[in-house]
């Protein structure tokens, strides 16, 4: 079993017109701008793209929405200082944006990845972001259902892999890179490095390899290892 | 009553958290009260992007990009802090493990509804973060913000004009 690559081109290769795709990341931290780099290159469009955020400055995410390659975006917090290509896209009708609550982004991509149905969440429940759902009293304890989000790719910014996709991330890079690993049907990973097999601390493992499909490793700024 | 600055305002409420606390300080105002926490006390801080331990904000130059709080400023982790994932994190917050959150608010009602994520104005693009999910899981939750807005009117309303992020608060104190 092998799943290292050895390009983020060849890593991306089958990501089609109209995928969804999951990409890592908290603002910078954590955004895979190598795998999004090789996607834009690649020339699809019509994505849904899953991220907390609708991308920062002008790379990474902010990029791919500024190359117009991005349908519509499932997130919870687009709107900052330096959103303008989304912003820009937005105002001009051409982005669609499902605004989503940050834990229910999380819990809902967790669900995907774990085979439920479906959960109950207790956030947003009387706001207009729960307008037209189901709800129900649980234990006298208003919830709200929402339901998981699948995703045919996630692209992920992991700190060291083995070729068995088993996975280390760096610091707060880490955030929604485990739970969408588990979540989408094609797991792409890039990393500073791939080490052998039993390099990594089984203790420490954070994403065990069963959730990635494809590793690659590529060259890092230097600041990010510091 | 005298006008407080926003500094007396952050160094009032730091003074309300107990030793022990798990805390999360909100964007904006809220950020502040970490500067004034009482140094006897170990109160750990929580950041929803991952971190359990957050430390002040690095000497310029030492800034590692990938190790950030949620208003996406360079930070620190203290001594025995840890990372974790964005799934154990809103656990954290949704599960009721957070003892305080500190939160900022356009507005407050008096049967403590609370508002402080969208104005609702047309064109606005609403951003919604963290901020339900704060409002709702931590054990108790204070709001800091000015009385009055920039036009002098009062924040703390009969009903909230603005869309909730939450309704029903049970607010904990009102100075």
Redesign the interface.
């Known amino acids: 079993m092998d799943k290292s690559m050895t390009s983020a081109a060849e890593a991306v290769a089958d990501i089609h017109d109209g995928a969804s795709v999951m990409i890592g990341g ?5 955004m895979p701008d190598q795998l999004i780099d090789a996607l834009i290159a690649r020339g699809v469009g019509d994505l849904v793209v899953v991220n ?1 955020n609708a991308g ?1 400055g002008e790379t990474g995410l902010a990029a791919l929405i500024k190359a117009g390659r991005v349908r519509k975006i499932i997130c ?5 200082t330096d959103s303008h290509h989304f ?1 820009a896209a ?2 001009a009708g051409k982005i669609e ?1 499902e ?9 809902r ?2 669900a995907a990845g774990a085979g439920l149905g479906a959960i109950f ?9 729960a307008e037209g759902k189901e709800t129900r009293e649980i234990d006298g304890r208003s919830y709200v259902l929402e339901y998981p989000i699948h995703a045919d790719f996630a692209l992920i910014k992991a700190h060291r892999g083995d070729r068995w996709g088993n996975l280390v ?11 969408m690993a588990m979540a989408a049907k094609t797991t792409i990973v890039q990393v500073s490095e791939i080490v052998p097999l039993g390099a990594l601390d089984p203790e420490v493992v ?1 994403t065990p390899g069963i959730f990635v499909q494809r590793v690659v490793a590529v060259p890092q700024s230097a ?2 290892l ?1 | 009553m005298s006008r407080w600055s926003r500094e007396q305002m952050a160094a009032r409420v730091a003074q309300d958290i107990p030793e022990g606390a798990y805390v999360n300080l909100g964007i904006g105002l809220p950020t502040k009260v970490a500067d004034y926490l009482p140094m006897d006390r170990e109160i750990l801080l929580q950041s929803e992007n991952g971190l359990l331990g957050m430390g002040p904000a690095p000497a310029a130059g030492e800034e590692d990009w990938e190790l950030i709080n949620a208003g996406k400023q360079a930070v620190t982790l203290l001594t025995g802090g840890c990372y974790f994932h964005h799934a154990d994190s809103f656990a954290m917050m949704r599960g009721g493990h957070i003892d305080i959150c500190v939160l900022g608010a356009f507005q407050v009602s008096i049967s403590g509804d609370l508002a402080n994520w969208h104005t609702g104005e047309p064109g606005a693009i609403p951003a919604v973060g963290g901020a339900m999910d704060l409002a709702i899981g931590a054990k108790e939750t204070f709001v800091i913000m000015e009385l009055l807005t920039k036009q002098g009117e009062s924040k703390l309303v009969e009903a909230c004009s603005y869309p909730l992020t939450r309704a029903a608060l049970r607010l904990a104190r009102l100075h």
Request: net charge positive.
């Open positions: 908290f603002g910078t931290a954590g907390n920062n919870s917090f687009p709107r900052q912003d937005y105002r944006l605004l989503v609550p940050q834990g229910n982004l999380a819990g991509i967790e969440t207790p956030t947003g429940y009387g706001t207009v972001l991330y760096r610091k707060t890079a880490r955030n929604f890179g485990p739970i954070v600041g990010a510091a």
